[in-house]
Nanobody
Framework: QVQLVESGGGLVQAGGSLRLSCAAS????????MGWFRQAPGKEREFVAA????????LYANSVKGRFTISRDNAKNTVNLQMNSLKPEDTAVYYC?????????????????WGQGTQVTVSS
């Protein structure tokens, strides 16, 4: 069982930055690929970024490529999402997820564990 807790959300102006963090409870954290998803009001949850258990490979949605960076610290059981050049369309609840592989954690059905989400609001 893996418990995930996100933090770092908030209100920021367009063009600004935020850093989200996800803390995991499991001692087996380093066995999991990790991902970030987001869900805007009235829309389906969508994939944002993912990282392998080692941190050696990452994937990004086209909409955030070049602006967001995912990273992890297995010694601290955390995964982070650095978000730069934020746009109003980035406004959403951001969720952390854990899965058994990079491919699985890029889809909602493939992720095994979810956090409760943190709100990110970007004003224009």
């Amino acid at each position: 069982q893996v418990q995930l807790v996100e933090s770092g959300g908030g209100l920021v102006q367009a063009g600004g930055s935020l850093r989200l963090s996800c803390a995991a409870s499991a001692r087996t954290f380093s066995n999991y690929a990790m991902g970030w998803f987001r869900q805007a009001p009235g829309k389906e949850r969508e994939f944002v970024a993912a990282i392998t258990w080692s941190g050696g490979n990452t994937l990004y949605a086209n909409s955030v490529k070049g602006r967001f960076t995912i990273s992890r610290d297995n010694a601290k059981n955390t995964v982070n999402l650095q978000m730069n050049s934020l746009k109003p369309e980035d406004t959403a609840v951001y969720y952390c997820a854990a899965g058994r592989s990079l491919a699985l954690v890029t889809s909602m059905r493939g992720a095994d564990y979810w956090g409760q989400g943190t709100q990110v609001t970007v004003s224009s």
